[in-house]
T-cell receptor
């Protein structure tokens, strides 16, 4: 079974600073995908960034970037120049296809990030 | 409206009643999913569907029933609601190997 672990239930950061959220996963698969989703107080789930396991280059989306360490099974999210609107719950998620239609996401339990003014 | 919608957004019901949560997507995505979100558990998959008339169990399927007669709709039914099913329910859709797009969620309270 695939598992996703987010070891930091809560974090806080000052506005304009940089923060890194941790995520580790356990799998025997070689071909998979990793995601970070953001859930603000509105409750809407929003995709932040995506990484394909076969790509060595770390994904980047504006102020958001990942540090993908495949051998260590680690997928951390770095948020630069933190903004008040980044305050949200962040979920790490793992996806693979074990054949046929068996394809789904497994989520970590989330990290609540608070950006302080 | 384009996207994925859920109805109702809020629902209060009583133990033992049948409840159906609706999910509709306009992208013609082949995959659709139902999750529940509970404090301390993150999101857990209830059921998913790879196409019309193809459904499969997820991590926590007990007490739930799904159907998918049309690609765009994926209703979730609680046949006899229990207090432990009080939760926020999210529907999502996607194409294979792509990110899932989530609906706004339904907050269900079972008294």
């Amino acid at each position: 079974a695939q598992t996703v672990t987010q070891s930091q239930p809560e974090m806080s950061v000052q506005e304009a600073e940089t923060v890194t959220l941790s995520c580790t996963y356990d799998t025997s698969e070689s071909n998979y995908y990793l995601f970070w989703y953001k859930q603000p107080p509105s409750r809407q789930m929003i995709l932040v960034i995506r990484q394909e396991a076969y790509k060595q280059q770390n994904a980047t989306e504006n102020r958001f970037s990942v540090n993908f360490q495949k051998a260590a099974k680690s997928f951390s999210l770095k948020i630069s120049d933190s903004q008040l609107g980044d305050t949200a719950m962040y979920f790490c998620a793992f996806m693979y296809n074990s054949g046929g239609s068996n394809y789904k996401l497994t989520f970590g339990k989330g990290t609540l990030l608070t950006v302080n003014p | 409206d384009a996207g994925i919608t859920q109805s109702p957004r809020y629902k209060i019901t009583e133990t033992g009643r049948q409840v159906t949560l609706m999910c509709h997507q306009t992208w013609s995505h082949s995959y659709m999913f139902w999750y529940r979100q509970d404090l301390g558990h993150g999101l857990r998959l209830i059921y998913y569907s790879a196409a019309a008339d193809i459904t499969d169990k997820g991590e926590v399927p007990d007490g739930y029933v799904v159907s998918r007669s049309k690609t765009e709709n994926f209703p979730l039914t609680l046949e006899s609601a229990t207090r432990s099913q009080t939760s926020v329910y999210f529907c999502a859709s996607s194409e294979p190997y792509n990110e899932q797009f989530f609906g706004p969620g339904t907050r269900l309270t079972v008294l």
